[in-house]
């Protein structure tokens, strides 16, 4: 019982003594939470939907064996007298077309007839039964459309394209789910705060009230004082269940993000607001040109749209194909004779040919065309629009990060200046040189500024979480 109970105890410590860092507790999101495990298994079937664009390359096996009873008066061996024909045999194939363009085919065929009713002879053997056999070879090439795999060539880099914005669209799912749930890690630290600050507001405001209580008491204060500072303390106790309450919702939403079953506690969460981090720090990639992820995508979408319209104006081109083949022909008594001689060439068949064929230029055509060239000057022109609007984004997010560091500078200093003031007043008012009314709104001053203070520095906080939406491209 106390090796099990020491080992229940080994097995929930960690989760329970050790505080979740930012990077930790983004890690635990990255892998618990359902979102991410799906773009991760959507990116995953990016990357095969690419792969099986290939499935026209695989070679195929084919293979079928038949067995025919013709009673027909229209057989093919009637005007030789045969009211019945049977025959059975079989086809072995395997074909295949290759990323040059060529196909190829290889087939052998065996069978055996029955023709009981047949008096006919062919080449000394009679056509009441006997057996054939084959074996060829066919090769198809275009000399044009697809003249050394062009049409191959050019699916495979839209569809490594397409892959590319695919996973990149689910990249940026996933990374801004990962900016929600730093933000929502930021609120929870910034109502945990903020529930810190209004319990000492409130335990001074509990002082002063039973400082002014004796006063009143000794006939120094007037009640009207009193008053005031009860009034304060309720005030900063209806603060206290606002901001407790803020902080209930702040960590359901860090619940949310990490998963936790209803009865799983939330581990500690250990992160310091006042740490800055550089915008440029959170940006993919350490070199070239920084854009905004969904600029990035629009440029691949554009890229999928031109290729793809180059698919389609190959799609309508002339088409010239070289085609031929060859084949093995035995005819013997029966099928396995004639299986045996697959390989005599002494009754070849050989065929060549080349094929081609064109589509009229009609305005059908051009139109079917057209569409697919303007999608794709569509697409480019908006790609380009995004990439000035992200320009802008990344001066701008930058400037507001400047502009929110003066603010944090000049909040710390108020927010220290405006605690002096409130222990100053404090002094006083204990000295009995301070009218209650000033010590009130020192502190209340006091607690604002705090507040404000813890405030900006987790907007910037969050501010910096925005870099996760942009990635550094090499400029081509």
């Known amino acids: ?8 105890l080994m097995l929930v410590a960690p989760s329970c003594a050790f505080a979740l860092n930012l990077q930790e507790y983004l890690s635990t999101v990255r892998s618990k939470h359902k979102s991410m495990q799906a773009f991760e298994v959507q990116k995953e079937a990016a990357d095969l939907r690419k792969e099986a664009g290939d499935i026209d390359l695989v070679p195929i096996l084919a293979a079928s064996i038949f067995y025919t009873n013709d009673k027909s008066p229209l057989n093919q061996f009637a005007t030789m ?160 269940i606002a901001v407790e309450d803020d902080l209930a919702t702040a960590r359901q939403a860090l619940r949310d993000y990490l998963e936790l079953a209803p009865g799983e506690a939330l581990p500690p969460i250990d992160g310091d607001l006042s740490q800055m981090r550089t915008i440029a720090s959170m940006v993919d990639g350490t070199k070239g040109k920084v854009v905004k992820l969904d600029a990035y995508l629009s440029y691949l979408d554009a890229r999928a749209q031109q290729l793809s319209a180059e698919q389609v104006e190959d799609a309508y081109r002339p088409e010239l194909t070289l085609v031929g083949s060859y084949k093995t022909n035995s005819f013997e008594d029966n099928m396995p004779k004639a299986a045996e001689k697959w390989a005599d060439t002494q009754h070849p068949t050989a065929k060549i040919s080349l094929n081609f064929t064109y589509m009229f230029d009609t305005d059908v055509k051009n139109a079917a065309r057209n569409i697919s060239k303007k999608t794709a000057l569509a697409a480019k022109l908006q790609s380009e629009r995004l990439f000035i609007d992200s ?66 520095k987790s907007e910037q906080r969050k501010m910096e979480a925005q870099g996760r939406l942009f990635i550094a491209i090499e400029e081509k």
Request: aromatic letters at 8%; zero cysteines.
């Open 1 to 8: 019982m106390k090796m099990k109970s020491l080992l229940a």
């Open 81 to 240: 007298g045969a009211s019945q024909s049977k025959s059975y045999g079989g086809m072995l194939g395997l074909q295949s077309k290759f990323s040059t363009g060529t196909s190829v085919a290889v087939q052998a065929e065996a069978a055996d007839f029955d023709n009981p009713d047949v008096q006919f002879t062919f080449n000394g053997r009679s056509l009441s039964r006997f057996g054939t056999g084959s074996l060829g070879i066919s090769l198809s090439q275009s000399l044009w459309r697809d003249f050394f795999g062009r049409a191959t060539s050019l699916r495979r880099e839209t569809d490594t394209v397409v892959a590319e914005a695919q996973k990149g669209r689910y990249d940026l799912q996933g990374k801004g789910l990962l900016v929600n749930a730093e933000a929502a890690y930021w609120d929870y630290l910034y109502a945990l705060q903020n529930v810190s600050i209004s319990r000492d507001s409130l335990e001074r405001a509990k002082r002063i009230e039973a400082w002014t209580r004796r006063r009143v008491a000794d006939g120094i204060s007037e009640q009207a004082d009193l008053l005031q500072t009860q009034a304060l303390v309720s005030t900063r106790t209806l603060q206290l």
């Open 391 to 456: 320009d802008s984004a990344w001066v701008e997010l930058n400037r507001k990060y400047s502009e929110m560091t003066r603010r944090i500078q000049a909040a710390e200093q108020t927010a220290r200046l405006q605690d002096d003031r409130a222990k100053a007043e404090g002094v006083l008012f204990n000295k009995g040189r301070s009218i209650t009314n000033n010590v009130v709104n020192a502190e209340e001053d006091a607690g604002i500024s705090k507040l404000n203070l813890v405030r900006l």
